[in-house]
């Protein structure tokens, strides 16, 4: 909840709740419109077989992923690791990346991406699967979404 003097606290499971096409909840804690679009703070919570997006990088956007709780199995470049609770990855701009919950646990990670307009893709994927009759996605949509977002899947064409 925000105050008068900007500041913002909220309670276990507060913030924007919204759903993620291949998996998972995520919750925007703190949105860009909190710090003049300096970064945005998001909580995502992904199931046992779940995944964040297929291997991509991104053109202005930089991402530090902190797991809370969980593993993962997280794709940085060349390099594939396994992350457990604790652990705290770093992803450039332009770097190729991608994770999976490859754990019997749900996986919970904060995910802070910087500059924080990136914000809007996930905003405008829950839009588009709120408006879905069945509350999914073609693969053609996402890639769409993706792009005007500055995200670019690794097997993506140059130039779109």
């Known amino acids: 909840m925000g105050s008068e003097d900007g500041g913002i606290v909220l309670a276990p499971g507060g913030g924007r709740s919204l759903t993620y096409p291949r998996g998972g909840h995520l919750e925007i804690k703190v949105?860009?419109?909190?710090?003049?679009g300096a970064y945005a703070?998001?909580?995502?919570?992904?199931?046992?077989?779940?995944?964040?997006?297929?291997?991509?990088?991104?053109?202005a956007t930089e991402e530090t992923l902190y797991l809370v709780e969980g593993e993962l199995t997280v794709q940085l470049g060349e390099r594939t690791t396994r992350a457990g609770a604790g652990s705290c990855i770093l992803v450039p701009?332009?770097?190729a990346?991608?994770?999976?919950?490859?754990?019997?646990?749900?996986?919970?990670?904060?995910?802070?991406?910087?500059?924080?307009?990136?914000?809007?893709?996930?905003?405008?994927l829950a839009d588009l699967m709120r408006a879905s009759p069945d509350?999914?996605?073609?693969?053609?949509?996402?890639?769409?979404?993706?792009?005007?977002?500055?995200?670019?899947?690794v097997d993506q064409p140059s130039g779109r």
Do not use: K, M
């Open 135 to 153: 509350g999914s996605l073609d693969p053609e949509t996402l890639r769409s979404v993706a792009t005007r977002h500055g995200q670019r899947f």
């Open 31 to 36: 949105g860009g419109a909190d710090t003049a």
């Open 93 to 95: 701009r332009g770097v």
């Open 41 to 59: 703070l998001l909580e995502f919570t992904i199931p046992p077989g779940g995944t964040g997006s297929p291997l991509h990088y991104h053109l």
């Open 97 to 124: 990346h991608t994770f999976r919950n490859t754990g019997a646990q749900r996986a919970r990670l904060l995910i802070l991406i910087s500059p924080a307009d990136f914000e809007a893709y996930f905003l405008e």
